[in-house]
Every structure is written in structure tokens, then in C-alpha cells.
């Protein structure tokens, strides 16, 4: 269909195209004749003029008749429809356009109402819930404000931000009179990282059944989190599989972490896939 559509309007230009050559030729010579230079001079009295004769007007009349029956016309009866069709869609598209906006109006309209009740409900929810736990406040507000709660809250504060910039060492043997600093360098040499190491040492209490895991610090926690993306490839690397580099939890994250293996285990092969 695009493709017929776009041969009819080739034929379409061409029969103008045709229609304008043979307008001007006609034009052309009449102004010749008549010794014009414009269409506008073309009149009545130019054309009573002696030099004109009958024959010429007649070929004149001749050809105009030919060129409005033959070509005007039939582009006229082509194009006449398709600009009222034009035009009929252009004012359905203006009475579509008129029927969305009214219809977003309403949509918004809509929307304005609802969100005034639910402010309405969110108002009076919050009311009554401050309330209910005015008088709670007020009796735990006391309790909370303690100093002694207030010691361990900044003490847990400190604590979580110091082990931030730790990293926990486990599966590296111990051996007499060992450099830690420089065993954690090699470490993390095979990970393509050359970070400065301050306060590296053992953790706990030596044990001859047992190795003890190395603590270590970084100067920021961005680098921190760079170790700790980049551990995985030690398990690629001989010698060092059975290392395990892990972040310096706190109590609490440490009972959270071990909880969520103890779970993960329990989970099905099939349910985890």
C-alpha cells in the first residue's frame, strides 16, 4: 500500500510539473505577442490591440482548453478530495486532541481528591499514633537517656567505625620468629595490591592444636572494600587457597553472619537455584 501511495503522488507531481511547463510556454508566447513582461498585462486591452489577430486568439483559447480540460482539471479532481479528506483529519485529530486533555483534566482532577483523603487519613493516623506513644516516650525517654547507655552507644559507635578499616586473616600458618607484615604483604601481592599495613598481629591466644587468625589495618575503608572485592582470586592461587580474608566484625555482626550460613545451609539445592 506505502508503495502505490507513492507512485500516485510521482504521477501526481509530474502531471503538475507538466501542467506548469505547458502554462508557461502558453504564457510565453502571448507575452511575446502582445510585448508583456507580466501576467497581469495580459488583459483586454492588450488583446484588442491591431497586431492580435482572430486566428491568434483562437489558438490561444485553443490551447488554454486543452491544458485546463486535459490537465487542471483531472489534478483538481485528485487533489480536491484528498485535501478535504486533509482537512477532515486534521479537525478529528483537534477534536481527539480536546478529548485527551479533557480526559487527563479529569484523571488529575481524580487524583487530586484521593490524595486529599489519604492526607486526610495520614493526618488523623499520625494523631492518634502520637498519642498513643506520647506517654511511652516519656516513660522510656529516662531509661534511654542514661548515661550509662549513652557510654555504651558512643563505645559501640567508636568500636564499629575502628573495624572498619581492619581486615581479618584466617588459614595462614604460624611459624617462630615471623614477620606478620610481611607475610600479609605477600598476600595481598597475589591480589595486585600494595596497600600500608599498620598494626598487624596475631588475634587470641597461641594454641598448639589451633592458628590463630592475623588482624590488620588500612589507612581508609575504601581500601578496606578494595581488599575485600579482590580476596576471591586467592583461591586461585597456589599456596594460598585455604586463606580467607574476611572484614573485622563486631560481636553482634559476627553471631548475624555465622546465623546466616547456619541458614543458607538449610536452604534445598533447587530452592536456591
Not at 507512485?7 to 510556454?25: G, P
Not at 498585462?41 to 492588450?46: C, D, G, L, R, S
Not at 493516623?125 to 555504651?152: D, M, Q
Request: net charge positive.
Amino acid at each position: 500500500m506505502a508503495k502505490k501511495g507513492s507512485m500516485e503522488k510521482t504521477a501526481n507531481e509530474r502531471l503538475l510539473e507538466f501542467l506548469l511547463e505547458e502554462r508557461k510556454l502558453l504564457m510565453n508566447g502571448i507575452h511575446e505577442e502582445l510585448g508583456v513582461t507580466s501576467y497581469s498585462e495580459v488583459n483586454a486591452t492588450n488583446l484588442n490591440k491591431r497586431g492580435v489577430t482572430k486566428e491568434k486568439l483562437c489558438s490561444w483559447l485553443e490551447r488554454m482548453s486543452s491544458i485546463l480540460n486535459s490537465k487542471a482539471i483531472p489534478l483538481l479532481q485528485i487533489t480536491v478530495p484528498k485535501a478535504a479528506k486533509c482537512e477532515s483529519l486534521e479537525q478529528e485529530k483537534i477534536k481527539n486532541q480536546s478529548t485527551i486533555i479533557q480526559l487527563q483534566e479529569e484523571v488529575l482532577k481524580k487524583k487530586d481528591e484521593e490524595m486529599n483523603v489519604m492526607k486526610q487519613a495520614m493526618k488523623q493516623t499520625v494523631k492518634n499514633e502520637i498519642t498513643s506513644y506520647a506517654s511511652v516516650v516519656t516513660k522510656t525517654c529516662a531509661t534511654a537517656l542514661a548515661p550509662s547507655n549513652i557510654g555504651k552507644a558512643v563505645k559501640t559507635v567508636v568500636e564499629r567505625d575502628e573495624k572498619k578499616r581492619n581486615i581479618i586473616v584466617y588459614g595462614v600458618a604460624e611459624t617462630p620468629d615471623e614477620k606478620l607484615p610481611d607475610k600479609v604483604e605477600g598476600i595481598l601481592m597475589e591480589m595486585h595490591e600494595k596497600p600500608t599495613i599498620k598494626d598487624c598481629y596475631r588475634v587470641g591466644p597461641r594454641k598448639a592444636d589451633a592458628v590463630r587468625p592475623i588482624k590488620f589495618t588500612l589507612s581508609s575503608t575504601d581500601i578496606v572494600q578494595q581488599v575485600l572485592r579482590k580476596s576471591h582470586v586467592l583461591r586461585s592461587k597456589e599456596g594460598y587457597k585455604k586463606v580467607y580474608i574476611c572484614p573485622d566484625r563486631t560481636k553482634e555482626e559476627r553471631a548475624a553472619f555465622k546465623l546466616l550460613k547456619v541458614k543458607k545451609k538449610k536452604v534445598p539445592t533447587a530452592t536456591l537455584r
